[in-house]
């Protein structure tokens, strides 16, 4: 099946500082999305992004297909910003495979 | 919109009491998943309905699920065991696209 690699798994940065997160995949896949897990536990959607860039806010990210990869920037980090983040892939069953996190900490 | 609900929020059982997971969403998502969470790692599916009435999956041994209309995915603990301690995410989906919105979840400890 298909493989998802984040990388990397701890992040720790300080207020104000940029960070990029990088999602590979293993295959071709049919969608792409990421998430922010925050320390109380709620998943929420950030980007549906099967490829080309989307941005949001200080959010962005960007997704190569053809080489198998997603990125979520993040600009100007704020304490708000600290949780799990989360890169899931559709695969030809259409069901999600998910990532096993980036988990990032922003210090005040 | 209330989006996904989940009820209970916290619960702890003993080992082979069951009870029921409450999990609605108000969108009229016609997908509905059931995941679960344990520390460190990413989510796992358990279960799936994509539409109410249909069951799409085989059901993993110590759960049982139903979807009776659009709105309700309950998930049951049939008798529990400890290795079903964790937090259990629901998600809903809309037709149109595989995006999926999550419940706040529900922390099951089985002790």
């Known amino acids: 099946g298909i493989q998802v690699e984040q990388s990397p798994p701890d992040l720790i940065l300080q207020e104000g500082a940029n960070s990029t997160l990088r999602c590979n995949f293993s295959?071709?896949?049919?969608?792409l999305q990421w998430f922010h897990q925050n320390p109380w536990g709620q998943l929420i959607n950030l980007f549906y992004?099967?490829?080309?860039?989307k941005q949001n806010g200080r959010l962005s990210a960007t997704t190569v297909a053809t080489e198998r990869y997603s990125l979520l920037y993040i600009s100007s980090s704020q304490t708000t910003d600290s949780g799990v983040y989360f890169c899931?892939?559709?695969?030809?069953?259409?069901?999600?495979?998910w990532g096993a996190g980036t988990k990032l900490i922003i210090k005040p | 919109n209330a989006g996904v609900t989940q009820t209970p929020k916290f619960h702890i059982l003993k080992t082979g009491q069951s009870m029921t997971l409450q999990c609605a969403q108000d969108?009229?998502?016609?997908?509905m998943s059931w995941y679960r969470q344990d520390p460190g790692m990413g989510l796992r599916l358990i279960y799936y309905?994509?539409?109410?009435?249909?069951t799409d999956k085989e059901v993993p041994n110590g759960y049982n699920v139903s979807r009776l209309n659009t709105e309700d995915f309950p998930l049951r603990l049939v008798s529990a065991a400890p290795s079903q301690t964790s937090v259990y995410l629901c998600?809903?989906?809309?037709?149109?696209?595989?995006?999926?919105?999550f419940g706040p979840g529900t922390r099951l400890t089985v002790t």
């Open positions: 998600a809903s989906t809309p037709g149109t696209s595989n995006e999926q919105y």
């Open positions: 969108m009229n998502h016609g997908y």
């Open positions: 309905s994509a539409a109410a009435g249909t």
């Open positions: 295959d071709s896949v049919n969608n």
């Open positions: 992004i099967p490829s080309g860039t």
């Open positions: 899931a892939v559709e695969g030809s069953n259409y069901q999600l495979i």
